[in-house]
């Protein structure tokens, strides 16, 4: 079985909208070892916006920031300035398939231009001492063969990235919305244990339909690492046991409701720097799934959370459905 200690033994996805600071503050509740993701933020995003979209809690490290964009010198600037926030890795979106990144000439569409990927690769090493990685697919359209995903994998690898995050299904870029490439394109697991076979100086993490503590085990036996996406975010308990399961035998399992008290003080002075208790507290309705209480726990927050004024009470009351 590959080694405990990789950084990337296990992560959650990057998520667009989801995998906010408040939501990895929730998840960094149940797990110490997780490796988190940031949303895909674009080059221009950092560049341009007056809005600040690097800023987190280093209370949430590890933490891996997603850059999405395909101009070299670009990535290489918010690549070095992500590294002085005190991000754990740079990570470069290779896979998403979405128009609006089409458009953009970034994520998914970019495994047709592996020359490019590769200089963007070489330039931002050049200016971050952080890993540089490349989350992508097992291939797009009909540039599918297994060869072609080698050829990509080769070129990236020649120009410094030694860390892949690969979805075992293929995209479609055309005709396929994001959420049917997750789900109709079929899984091929198979190709990614082989990629680790034919690479094995790599560290190779696998992406796609991963659900349970056991299906994780199972895919360590043949890679380093698993990445797991809406499965976190709608069942976040699952997190609370990775720590034990997949890293220290001896760490402790952390309940849904220890994770939730935990969140009390960051919450209360979130509240006091003007955030809204809904913002926060979205990420967090899943965390008693099958418990009883769970839907009373769902329905008070939906119900009050986002009321002018909701504060840390809401979720003490909300708590109180749910049994011990």
Same mark, same amino acid.
């Given at each position: 079985m590959h080694s405990p200690?990789?950084?990337?033994?296990?992560? $959650? %996805?990057?998520? /667009?909208?989801?995998?906010?600071?408040?939501?990895?503050? *929730?998840?960094? #509740?149940?797990?110490r070892y997780a490796l988190l993701y940031t949303e895909m933020v674009t080059t221009g995003a950092i560049i341009h916006?007056?809005?600040?979209?690097?800023a987190f809690?280093?209370?949430?490290?590890? $933490? %891996?920031?997603? /850059?999405?964009?395909?101009?070299?010198?670009?990535?290489? *600037?918010?690549? #070095?300035?992500?590294?002085?926030?005190?991000?754990?890795?740079?990570?470069?979106?290779?896979?998403?398939?979405?128009?609006?990144?089409q458009?953009?000439?970034?994520?998914?569409?970019?495994?047709?231009?592996?020359?490019?990927?590769?200089?963007?690769?070489?330039?931002?090493?050049?200016?971050?001492?952080?890993?540089?990685t490349i989350?992508?697919?097992?291939?797009?359209?009909?540039?599918?063969?297994?060869e072609f995903l080698c050829e990509f994998v080769g070129k990236t690898h020649q120009a410094g990235c030694n860390e892949f995050i690969i979805h075992a299904r293929k995209a479609w870029l055309s005709g396929l919305s994001p959420k049917e490439n997750r789900e109709i394109p079929p899984l091929d697991y198979e190709r990614v244990y082989q990629l680790k076979q034919d690479f094995p100086q790599l560290k190779i993490s696998i992406n796609g339909g991963i659900k349970t503590i056991e299906e994780m085990q199972q895919h360590l036996q043949y890679v380093d690492g698993v990445m797991i996406g809406r499965e976190a975010y709608q069942n976040p308990s699952l997190l609370g046991h990775i720590d034990r399961a997949l890293f220290d035998e001896n760490a402790p399992i952390v309940s849904s409701r220890e994770a939730v008290e935990k969140m009390y003080p960051y919450i209360e002075k979130e509240l006091s720097q003007g955030t809204q208790l809904?913002?926060?507290?979205?990420?967090?309705?899943?965390?008693?799934?099958?418990?009883?209480?769970?839907?009373q726990w769902r329905r008070y927050l939906s119900e009050n959370a986002f009321k002018p004024g909701a504060g840390i009470e809401v979720v003490q009351q909300a708590l109180t459905f749910v049994e011990a």
């Open positions: 200690y990789y950084r990337a033994r296990f992560s $959650v %996805a990057p998520m /667009l909208d989801w995998t906010t600071r408040h939501c990895r503050y *929730f998840h960094r #509740q149940f797990s916006a007056k809005y600040d979209h690097l809690s280093l209370e949430e490290n590890p $933490v %891996a920031l997603q /850059l999405g964009g395909c101009d070299p010198e670009q990535l290489a *600037f918010c690549a #070095q300035k992500a590294e002085g926030y005190g991000y754990q890795e740079i990570n470069l979106n290779v896979g998403c398939p979405s128009d609006r990144v458009n953009g000439m970034f994520g998914a569409c970019l495994m047709a231009k592996a020359d490019l990927v590769a200089e963007c690769v070489k330039k931002m090493q050049k200016t971050t001492a952080l890993p540089v989350k992508t697919r097992i291939g797009i359209d009909d540039l599918d063969s297994y809904n913002h926060i507290v979205r990420h967090m309705i899943g965390a008693f799934q099958s418990c009883k209480g769970a839907r």
